[in-house]
């Protein structure tokens, strides 16, 4: 589904995360602090009760497809780097994720670079735990070419163990698209199985943005 078209319309305005000087929190917990924003139902989101773990958020998604959103501004000249913590239960069966009937992924966080008063200009990075994307495969959505889907995790290989991914989003805007992008507006997650009416779960934690 295309995630930035309801991101930008449906959020209400929420509290800017304080920056520090090398990191910035986005907090998992607690659930209300996002915003769900609905395509097709809701997957279920709420608070894991994984002990071993930084607090986290599980997301049991069963032919559903909503995500949640937090409106953060980023300085991405101060803290380029996207860090976060993930984990799934199992793969979907094998979808064409580069089509509308395939684009469904059992985990992925994203960052939104808003277009204010020009919509068209919206972009957005997908980071996908991919079904069969090898790791470092880069497509555009199959809604719209402003958002780039990325796949940093794939297969069923670490599914049931935490996984911690890092990606530079400074360079990924630039190198995507193109652009020199030094702010970003959204960060969002997302499990979602509507087009291949299939079931996943996943769970999220320790997401921060970091200067290195």
């Known amino acids: 589904m295309n995630i930035q078209a309801g991101v930008s319309l449906s959020l209400s305005l929420l509290p800017l995360l304080a920056f520090s000087q090398s990191t910035t929190k986005v907090d998992v917990l607690p659930v209300e602090s996002w915003e769900e924003v609905s395509f097709k139902g809701n997957t279920v989101y709420s608070a894991s009760k994984d002990s071993d773990q930084e607090p986290s958020l599980v997301a049991i998604s069963k032919g ?8 953060i501004k980023i300085n991405l000249d101060k803290t380029p780097y996207l860090n ?21 992924y059992p985990a992925r966080i994203y960052v939104v670079k808003e277009g204010g008063w020009v919509p068209w200009r919206t ?5 996908v735990w991919s079904s069969n994307q090898a790791v470092g495969t880069v497509w555009p959505s199959a ?14 290989s670490n ?29 969002a997650i997302m499990t979602d199985t509507d087009n291949t009416d299939s079931t996943a779960t996943a769970w999220y934690s320790d997401i921060y943005f970091s200067s290195d």
């Open 84 to 104: 976060w913590r993930w984990r799934i239960e199992h793969i979907l069966n094998n979808p064409d994720e580069q089509t509308k009937e395939g684009d469904d």
């Open 159 to 187: 599914a049931g163990q935490w996984q911690s991914e890092r990606r530079d989003i400074k360079q990924d805007f630039k190198t995507f698209f193109g652009e020199d992008v030094t702010e970003i507006d959204v960060v």
């Open 64 to 71: 559903t497809a909503s995500a949640l959103a937090k409106r």
């Open 143 to 156: 809604y719209t070419d402003q958002s780039m889907m990325i796949s940093v995790n794939s297969g069923n």
């Open 123 to 127: 972009r957005s990075l997908n980071y």
